[in-house]
């Protein structure tokens, strides 16, 4: 892609971004911007890095990495890196890397790795691995693990429950509700594998 067809794919209030507000490097597929309030559309577009400001919101191909402030909004596949600020959402395939400060949500397949601050929610499903701080929501899959930075604590998540952190540097976690749909959603994935 050249830079004016890049230029077609992300808006900023609802037009094309001027090509004197990005630099597209068409060697690796790489976007830079310090605009903030993106929309960009590269579906189906895999292998492409992204370095921007707040408030953007992507839709993206498989294996990409993201670089961006708070507020963000990602549509993934699978594959990805992502290193952003706070209060983000994230909706990904398989295999992403996550490096995030606090109240960010997660909506992702298995065998993600997390690195977060505190208050952020994650419904995954299996062997992912959560290294995060307090008052943090888990909906997952078995085989995970989370290990809290604050108290240095490790908590395996089997599937069956729903639990919440308890506050900075006091151990342990609050079950929210017991998962029998989920358990057997689970098996059945389980089963497929």
Known sequence: MNKEEVS???????EPLPIDKFIWDETTNTFSSIEDDLVLDFNEIHHCTFNTGPYCTFDTGYSCTFDTGPYCTFDTEE?????TESDCTFKTEDTCTFNTRSKC???TRSDCTFNTGS???FNTLSECTFNTLSCCTFDTGEECVVVRRDVYEVVELDGSIVIKLNEYEVKGYTVIEGCEKCRECHQVLKEKK
């Open 105 to 107: 949500t997660f909506d």
């Open 8 to 14: 077609q794919r992300v808006l900023q209030n609802g």
């Open 119 to 121: 208050f952020c929610t």
């Open 79 to 83: 594959d990805c890196t992502f290193k």
